[in-house]
């Protein structure tokens, strides 16, 4: 079972930033947050991760609370393209597989 | 750069029929997983290898699953005597696994119809 919950859903006004929460409240002190997105008709695509700093690379930034029970995947200036179902998955570095739960369904709208 | 490749994207087929879906994974990424997705639903874990060993199989892999990996390069995945439940998304997935930070790359999936 994912170890995660999220919103079911969400939306977002094209060029504002996209928030995106995840709890993650059972979380092993080993254990990795990971971010992945799932466009329509494509396999999942990664898209950040980290253990306990905040994170930010050229897709988005990953914002985890200092108790690690939560954490928040940013997108700065969303765009219709970043429409998508996005996965929080948390896993040991030595995990066997990721967890994938339901995720959210964000909508960018114009 | 090439990534995860899957063959075919598409499968349409008859109850009891037998069918092999194949994956080519990144080039020197030693781990390749299989996923299932169903509509709605996030993908779910089916089996894994490193190199050409299986190391876990899940419990929705029924016997009439079966993977190989047989040189630790491409993947098959075939479905025997097949059911109209197992209609799905099969991804394929591939990483380069040294311990931290492991990151799959997906490929486009093949879909599954069982008329």
């Known amino acids: 079972d994912a170890k995660t919950t999220q919103p079911t859903s969400m939306d977002c006004a094209e060029g504002r930033a996209a928030n995106l929460p995840c709890n993650h409240s059972?979380?092993?002190?080993?254990?990795?947050v990971y971010w992945y997105r799932q466009i329509h008709s494509q396999g999942p695509q990664y898209i950040i991760h980290g253990l306990k700093n905040n994170e930010t690379n050229e897709m988005a930034s990953l914002i985890i609370t200092e108790d690690r029970k939560s954490s928040t995947l940013i997108l700065p200036h969303a765009t219709l393209r970043d429409t998508a179902v996005y996965y929080c998955?948390?896993?040991?570095?030595?995990?066997?597989?990721?967890?994938f739960g339901p995720g959210t369904r964000l909508s960018v709208l114009p | 750069d090439t990534g995860v490749s899957q063959d075919p994207r598409h499968k349409i087929t008859k109850r009891g029929q037998n069918v092999t879906f194949r994956c080519d994974p990144i080039s020197e990424h030693n781990r390749l997983y299989w996923y299932r997705q169903t509509l709605g639903q996030g993908p779910e874990f089916l089996t894994y290898f490193q190199n050409e060993a299986q190391l876990e199989k899940s419990r929705l892999l029924s016997d009439r699953f079966s993977a190989e990996r047989p040189k630790g390069s491409f993947s098959t995945l075939e479905i025997q005597r097949t059911e109209q439940g197992d209609s799905a998304m099969y991804l394929c997935?591939?990483?380069?696994?040294?311990?931290?930070?492991?990151?799959?790359?997906f490929g486009s999936g093949t879909q599954l119809s069982v008329l």
């Open positions: 997935a591939s990483s380069l696994y040294r311990g931290r930070n492991e990151k799959l790359f």
């Open positions: 998955i948390v896993r040991a570095p030595y995990g066997q597989n990721f967890v």
């Open positions: 059972t979380i092993s002190g080993n254990e990795y």
